[in-house]
């Protein structure tokens, strides 16, 4: 059956036709989602109560191979128990909801700044999916923004200004912005990965700005300069017009591009409400090509 998408933003994000992500196994209907992706950055699929399992599976079958958190410390340890699963909720290994001052939560916290997913591994975080076990009865959206609207609208010296520019991107800078503390053992864990400040999808040809708290300097640039220039990127990216934000229903699945995309999350009373959403992201594994069939960096020719 064709899938048909509708829009749920101006710009980008786009409501999936009905359809049940836990039997969908044909290659058609996988590519149709892929192409929706292409083109949307962020589906939003309802009523799919996956299990965790049902989850892993669907994430194989669209895309492959999966991230897992690295480390085994205390912030990346798992209550899930497989870290290709991760925990995005505020709930402790009790089952809980996590105090105030709890070390995971302040670890989790900083999902409220504009990230994609896995920027600080190689290779990257390519799609995202989370999908909700308990929705809160208050509003706690997770905001989407279009990198490639927001590479679009740059003016032409800052196009060319960051052509072949490269980013180093760590979780672990991302979060000591915030004030948060790691070990010695922790950051040595948590290197980063360096990226390009600009890729180009290879299917659509659309340029994208691959952006995010995670960056934590730009490469050969000095310190304060690379990090004004990243400030600004993101505040371009960030404006209200290029924002969707999705408002969490009971079964709701969402996917998106962390190529096309950054997100996230917005404050609620999470020492009160229960939150939990379970996200499985892919790897990126065509990034570095060698057959020109991967994500480019721009400054590959084709
Ligand atoms: C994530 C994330 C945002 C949210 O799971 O990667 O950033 O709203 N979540 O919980
Ligand atoms: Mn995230």
Do not use: C
Request: proline residues 6%; charged residues 25%.
């Amino acid at each position: 059956m064709p899938v048909t998408f509708r829009k749920l933003h101006p710009l980008f994000a786009a409501e999936v036709s009905p359809i049940d992500l836990r039997k969908v196994n044909d290659r058609a209907t996988l590519l149709q989602l892929r192409d929706g992706m292409d083109e949307y950055g962020v589906l939003v699929f309802r009523n799919q109560p996956f299990t965790d399992a049902e989850q892993l599976d669907f994430a194989q079958r669209w895309d492959g191979e999966l991230h897992a958190k690295l480390g085994s410390g205390s912030v990346a340890k798992n209550r899930l128990g497989n870290p290709a699963l991760g925990d995005t909720s505020n709930l402790n290994p009790a089952g809980k909801i996590r105090d105030r001052e709890d070390r995971h939560r302040l670890y989790s916290l900083a999902n409220r700044l504009w990230h994609t997913d896995a920027s600080f591994r190689e290779p990257a975080g390519r799609y995202s999916m989370l999908s909700t076990r308990i929705v809160p009865p208050v509003r706690a959206d997770t905001q989407f923004a279009d990198m490639r609207v927001a590479y679009d609208t740059l003016d032409a010296e800052t196009k060319a200004l960051i052509e072949n520019l490269k980013a180093h991107h760590s979780i672990a800078y991302s979060r000591q912005t915030l004030g948060f503390e790691f070990s010695e053992k922790e950051l040595d864990e948590l290197r980063g990965a360096i990226h390009p400040l600009v890729l180009t999808n290879p299917r659509t040809r659309r340029r994208a700005l691959y952006i995010a708290s995670h960056i934590s300097r730009i490469i050969d640039w000095p310190l304060p300069e690379g990090r004004l220039l990243k400030n600004d990127l993101m505040a371009h990216a960030t404006q209200p017009q290029f924002v969707y934000s999705h408002e969490w229903q009971d079964g709701d699945l969402v996917v998106w591009d962390n190529l096309a995309t950054m997100h996230r999350a917005t404050p609620f009373e999470d020492t009160k409400y229960v939150r939990e959403l379970v996200r499985v992201t892919t790897l990126d594994i065509d990034y570095t090509p060698t057959d020109g069939s991967g994500v480019l960096p721009n400054s590959v020719t084709v």
